[in-house]
Nanobody, 122 residues
Framework: QVQLVESGGGLVQAGGSLRLSCAAS????????MGWYRQAPGKERELVAA???????NYADSVKGRFTISRDNAKNTLYLQMNSLKPEDTAVYYC????????????????WGKGTLVTVSS
């Protein structure tokens, strides 16, 4: 079992910055890829950014050039640096971790945190 706890959300003005953190605990040895998703009110949850165990990254078009995903494997922590924030970035941001490459029979389902709220005001 893996537990994920997000932190760093809050209220910021448009153009400001926040850094989100996701602390992983439990069977962290199983984790390969990690990612950040977000869900705005009335909208579907969407991928914001993902990072592989080797450091490869992918970003949603809406955040490219503004957000940066990174991870510190020694600290079992995932980060999302968010710059030039816009009101449309307002959402609950969720951390996830994938352990399916380690043992799909035991860790077949991805893990999710409870989310942290980011509110960007005009």
């Amino acid at each position: 079992q893996v537990q994920l706890v997000e932190s760093g959300g809050g209220l910021v003005q448009a153009g400001g910055s926040l850094r989100l953190s996701c602390a992983a605990s439990g069977d962290t040895i199983c984790i390969s890829a990690m990612g950040w998703y977000r869900q705005a009110p009335g909208k579907e949850r969407e991928l914001v950014a993902a990072i592989t165990s080797g450091g490869g990254t992918n970003y949603a078009d809406s955040v490219k050039g503004r957000f940066t995903i990174s991870r510190d494997n020694a600290k079992n922590t995932l980060y999302l640096q968010m710059n030039s924030l816009k009101p449309e970035d307002t959402a609950v941001y969720y951390c996830n971790a994938d352990c399916s490459d380690y043992d799909p029979e035991v860790y077949g389902m991805p893990y999710w945190g409870k989310g942290t709220l980011v509110t960007v005001s005009s």
